[in-house]
């Protein structure tokens, strides 16, 4: 249930900000970043990372050469469900679904792009589903 019709339970809010939940301030609104992280705190809610924590935020890590693939590592939370893309120009180009229905377990995972290591520049893109 979410009193203030946001999309973020009141039980997670009262969690992480006390109270009830069911009201807002300052740092507990759905677009509020009290940690600074430039994730707001719906997308806190939906990648199961701690708001009031400036290095739990949903992240890939840097993605390293094996042979001809690259690997891309990310660290997980219990429950979620990630979708990864890849493409080869930041501003234009399609993204390539990579790997999809990934369950998070809260130890990190990887995707392996293969034979990715040949191109000359490569973007990833990590996503939670619903």
């Known amino acids: 249930v979410s009193s203030v019709n946001d999309g973020i339970p009141n039980a997670w809010r009262a969690a992480k900000f006390g109270g009830n939940g069911t009201t807002t301030n300052a ?19 939906r990648a199961n990372t701690d708001p009031n924590d400036p290095a739990s935020v949903l992240a890939a890590g840097r993605p390293t050469r094996s042979g001809q693939d690259m690997i891309l590592p990310f660290a997980s939370a219990s429950g979620v469900t990630y ?3 890849a493409r ?12 999809d229905q990934l369950i ?11 034979d990715a290591a040949g191109f000359p520049t490569r973007f990833y893109q990590l996503q939670v589903l619903p």
């Not at 998070?104 to 293969?114: A, C, E, R, V, Y």
């Open 104 to 114: 998070g377990n809260g130890s990190p995972l990887q995707i392996t792009d293969i």
């Open 83 to 85: 979708r990864t893309w």
């Open 88 to 99: 080869d120009s930041i501003g234009s180009g399609s993204w390539t679904m990579l790997a």
């Open 27 to 45: 740092l507990s609104c759905a677009t509020c970043d009290p940690d600074l992280d430039q994730a707001d705190n719906w997308h806190e809610f």
